[in-house]
Structure formats: structure tokens, C-alpha cells
């Protein structure tokens, strides 16, 4: 789908983030992991790739694997489980509270982590855990450290 003016176009981006010279060698070589893509789909992850590069430099399968990456479906989360997987008998760890509001395990409940992360993600854990306690938790006393 991408053509070598489009190849040209992404690799100028390319070499105004990271200096290598832009060539006619390289356009060629670059284009056979390119040619099923879009040039829209490669230039938005262009800058995103050199953001997660380590060294400064993307080289062709990085970006490949970002566009294919990009081009996975994004599987919706399940929130239920079964019963089965719910049976803690064999667990040795300490209980989770429960979320006042929902009735769900703590770690069940994406709605209440969420707003513990908003509110208290700054907080040390000591104080994090006592703003929970006080404004998420079911039977607060039994949380208490």
C-alpha cells in the first residue's frame, strides 16, 4: 500500500529524529516490510516508536512491529469469573477489603482502584490505605494497621 514517495516522507521524519541520512538505498530497503501498510498508520507511530527506543534509533522491524502491533484487536477485559477461579481456600495471603459501593474484592473493582489511584496516588502507602480505608472500604475498622 505504501509507495517509495510515502517510504521517503516517513523516513525524513525518521532522520529528523535521529540524524541518519535519508537514501535511495535505504527507501528500497526499508519498503518490502512497509508495502502492507498504510502510510497514515506508519507516520502516526513514527514518533511513538523513537519515544520507546532505548538508543535514540528505530530501525525497520521496530517500526513494523509497532504498526502490527497497533493493528491488533483490542480484546475487551472480562470482569467476571468464574467460580472456580473465586476459591481462595489454598491462598496464603492477607484478605482483600472490599469496595464499600460495589460489594466487589478490592482488586475486582476498577472503579474504586481507579479512584484510589486518582486521589491517593501521591500518598505514601501508610496514608493511601488510611484514605481508603475511610472513603472506599466495607467494615473499615477490620482494615485498620
Given at each position: 500500500m505504501m509507495n517509495k514517495t510515502e517510504m521517503s516522507q516517513v523516513l525524513a521524519v525518521c532522520s529528523a529524529l535521529d540524524g541518519q541520512q535519508v537514501t535511495e538505498s535505504k527507501v528500497t530497503a526499508w519498503m518490502p516490510l512497509f508495502e502492507r501498510f498504510g502510510y497514515e498508520e506508519v507516520e502516526k507511530l513514527v514518533h511513538a516508536t523513537y519515544l520507546e527506543s532505548k538508543n535514540g534509533i528505530v530501525t525497520p522491524q521496530d517500526?513494523?512491529?509497532?504498526?502490527?502491533?497497533?493493528?491488533?484487536p483490542v480484546r475487551p477485559l472480562t470482569y467476571k469469573q468464574d467460580e472456580a477461579d473465586l476459591d481462595e481456600s489454598g491462598w496464603r495471603s492477607d484478605p482483600q477489603p472490599v469496595c464499600e459501593e460495589h460489594d466487589l474484592r478490592i482488586l475486582e473493582c476498577l472503579d474504586c482502584c481507579s479512584l484510589i489511584f486518582?486521589?491517593?496516588?501521591?500518598?505514601?502507602?501508610?496514608?493511601?490505605?488510611?484514605?481508603?480505608?475511610?472513603h472506599v472500604y466495607k467494615a473499615k475498622e477490620a482494615w485498620a494497621l
Open positions: 517500526l513494523a512491529k509497532a504498526v502490527d502491533a497497533a493493528r491488533e486518582a486521589q491517593a496516588d501521591y500518598m505514601r502507602v501508610d496514608d493511601r490505605h488510611s484514605w481508603a480505608m475511610a
